[in-house]
Nanobody, 120 residues
Framework: QVQLVESGGGLVQPGGSLRLSCAAS????????MGWYRQAPGKQRELVAT???????NYADSVKGRFTISRDNTKNTMYLQMNSLKPEDTAVYYC??????????????WGQGTQVTVSS
């Protein structure tokens, strides 16, 4: 069984920063692509950023230059550094990972989500 646990969300003023973490646990053999997605009230879930196992990154245009995705493969943990936050960044942020367990195929997993609210 795999668990993805996000942390680091909260309330921040416009222009502020937050750092999200996503820790994977379980009988993990390898983690392929990982990513952050977000869903604002009344909107569809959208991609924020992705990172491959070799640390190739991709960002949504709306966060380029403000957000940085990274990962620590030794800790099975992914991060999202969010700077210059705007009210439109307010959403529930979900982490995603493609994980291969020992003796199993690669499967997609989602975290439970962490709320980020940007407001004065």
């Amino acid at each position: 069984q795999v668990q993805l646990v996000e942390s680091g969300g909260g309330l921040v003023q416009p222009g502020g920063s937050l750092r999200l973490s996503c820790a994977a646990s379980g009988s993990i053999f390898s983690i392929r692509n990982m990513g952050w997605y977000r869903q604002a009230p009344g909107k569809q879930r959208e991609l924020v950023a992705t990172i491959t196992s070799t640390r190739i990154t991709n960002y949504a245009d709306s966060v380029k230059g403000r957000f940085t995705i990274s990962r620590d493969n030794t800790k099975n943990t992914m991060y999202l550094q969010m700077n210059s936050l705007k009210p439109e960044d307010t959403a529930v942020y979900y982490c995603y990972a493609e994980i291969q367990l020992y003796g199993s195929l690669v499967n997609p997993y989602w975290g439970q989500g962490t709320q980020v609210t940007v407001s004065s």
